[in-house]
């Protein structure tokens, strides 16, 4: 523990992206250290990070998660190479890559990972580059992934899927708190713009209070900004897919 310590003099923690954390920001962006839950709740705020903002900051930065498919009992009847993803609890955006285990062409067995040493590997893999086909796929929504060439025949399906985020938010990594503050204000804005649109004023145990309709337009009006900057932000992460031409 005493060294534990001492490892730590110097570092800077940053706070976990949590729900305490997001409603931290949302209450003191729509001022209710102040004036109170006027007229959005807690739940209401959550419901927008859930509903809004998660599912748009996971197209651009999504959660990766990997799930094997059993292609016996996944398969879908019927359809050769196509199977569902048993992913409970989980939104699927799309497949970011397959990993096959031992595979078959026919009644040709082989596995990359069983060839000698890391030359023979290396050798080996260099023909198949060569000779076989790419595998691709097709994901259809919510959770049915069809992979091709339908000529290979899989044991073993391991599916890297694009998620959304779950509403814990601590999958979203630290690099990424900035965007996530801005995207959800921006989503906030827009959400209590379409209740307060319809009143000048509010009552309270304040007094009238003035809504600030220009503020949260103005918040609002970065959401396209911020879009942009996802975008960019997109194809610097480690998951992007490259085309690299030799």
């Known amino acids: 523990e005493e060294e534990g310590r001492r490892h730590l003099q110097g570092v800077v923690l940053v706070s976990i992206i949590d729900h305490t ?12 250290n102040v004036t109170g839950q006027v007229d959005f709740n807690d739940e209401d705020i959550l419901n927008c990070l859930d509903q809004e903002t998660l599912p748009t900051l996971s197209i651009y930065l999504p959660h990766y998660q990997d ?3 059993d292609t016996v009992n996944d398969r ?8 569902q993803i048993r992913a409970p609890g989980e939104r699927l955006l799309g497949v970011n890559r397959i990993r096959e285990g031992i595979a ?3 009644s040709m ?9 890391v030359l023979d590997r290396q050798l080996v893999a260099d023909r198949q580059s060569a000779t076989e086909l790419s595998v691709t796929w097709d994901f259809r929504p919510p959770n049915i992934v069809e992979i091709f060439p339908k000529a290979l025949q899989y044991s ?7 998620c959304v985020h779950p509403t814990h938010c601590r999958t979203i990594p630290p ?10 204000l921006a989503d906030l804005a827009i959400d209590v713009l379409s209740v307060r649109s319809y009143f000048q004023n509010l009552q309270s145990v ?6 600030n309709l220009e503020r949260l337009q103005q918040q609002a009006d970065k959401r396209e900004s911020i879009i942009e900057k996802l975008e960019v932000k997109q194809f610097k992460t480690a998951h992007a897919r490259r085309l690299w031409i030799a």
């Open 76 to 83: 879908i009847g019927g359809h050769d190479g196509v199977y």
């Open 109 to 117: 067995m082989y596995d990359p990972m069983l060839f000698g040493d």
């Open 206 to 211: 304040f007094g009238e209070l003035n809504l």
């Open 67 to 69: 799930f094997e498919v």
């Open 175 to 184: 690099t990424a708190r900035e965007i996530l503050r801005e995207l959800f």
């Open 104 to 106: 078959a062409y026919g």
């Open 156 to 162: 073993q399906i391991y599916v890297e899927c694009k």
């Open 21 to 32: 954390w997001i409603l931290n920001r949302a209450r003191s962006f729509l001022g209710q």
